[in-house]
């Protein structure tokens, strides 16, 4: 059984920084892509950012500059640094992995988080 646990979440003005961290937990073989996905009040979730085993990222145009993802192997854990927010980053995070459980010979799967909420707000 794998897990992934988010946080980092919460309330911070216009201007302001936040760091999200995402660990999965459970039988893990191994990790390939990590990804930050968010879903802002009444929208569809989108992608923010993607970091690739090999260490390429990847932004929303939406967060470029702003925003930078970055992994720790070793700890099975993905961060997304989120500095300069504005009101419309509010929206829930979703960290998403794509993981090789238990052995070499199990195809990856990708699994969520459960989600955490950010708020940008005066």
């Known amino acids: 059984q794998v897990q992934l646990r988010e946080s980092g979440g919460g309330l911070v003005q216009p201007g302001g920084s936040l760091r999200l961290s995402c660990s999965a937990s459970?039988?893990?073989?191994?990790?390939?892509?990590m990804r930050w996905y968010r879903q802002p009040p009444g929208k569809e979730r989108e992608s923010v950012a993607a970091?690739?085993?090999?260490?390429?990222?990847m932004y929303a145009d939406s967060v470029k500059g702003r925003f930078t993802i970055s992994r720790d192997n070793a700890k099975n854990t993905v961060y997304l640094q989120m500095d300069s927010l504005k009101f419309e980053d509010t929206a829930v995070y979703f960290c998403?992995?794509?993981?090789?459980?238990?052995?070499?010979?199990?195809?990856?799967?990708?699994?969520w988080g459960q989600g955490t909420q950010v708020t940008v707000s005066l």
């Open positions: 998403n992995m794509e993981i090789q459980a238990t052995s070499r010979w199990h195809p990856a799967t990708d699994y």
């Open positions: 970091s690739s085993v090999g260490g390429a990222t």
């Open positions: 459970g039988s893990i073989f191994n990790i390939y892509a």
